[in-house]
Nanobody, 127 residues
């Protein structure tokens, strides 16, 4: 089992920044590819960003490219999402997710590739 706990959400004005963090426990962190997803009210959960087990490969949704950066610290068992130039449409509950069994370089992009999920943290961007 893998436990994931997100932190860092909150209320911010458009154009501002937030940094989300996800702490993992229960399994060797370097064996997990990690990702961030989000779900806005009335919408389906959508992919945001992912990082490979090694941390060398990342991939982000077009909607956040150039604004959001994912990173991981395998020594601290954490994965972060730095969010800059936030927009009202970024408002959502953000979920951290972990994927087992991937290659060292692989970046999983689909929700069904992830076996473990955090409880989510609310991000609200006001206009």
């Amino acid at each position: 089992q893998v436990q994931l706990v997100e932190s860092g959400g909150g209320l911010v004005q458009a154009g501002g920044s937030l940094r989300l963090s996800c702490a993992a426990s229960g399994r060797t962190f370097s064996g997990l590819a990690m990702g961030w997803f989000r779900q806005a009210p009335g919408k389906e959960r959508e992919f945001v960003s992912t990082i490979s087990r090694s941390g060398r490969n990342t991939y982000s949704a077009d909607s956040v490219k150039g604004r959001f950066t994912i990173s991981r610290d395998n020594a601290k068992n954490t994965v972060d999402l730095q969010m800059n130039s936030l927009k009202p449409e970024d408002t959502a509950v953000y979920y951290c997710a972990a994927a087992l069994g991937s290659e060292l370089w692989y970046v999983p992009k689909f929700h069904y590739e992830y076996q473990y999920w955090g409880q989510g943290t609310q991000v609200t961007v006001s206009s």
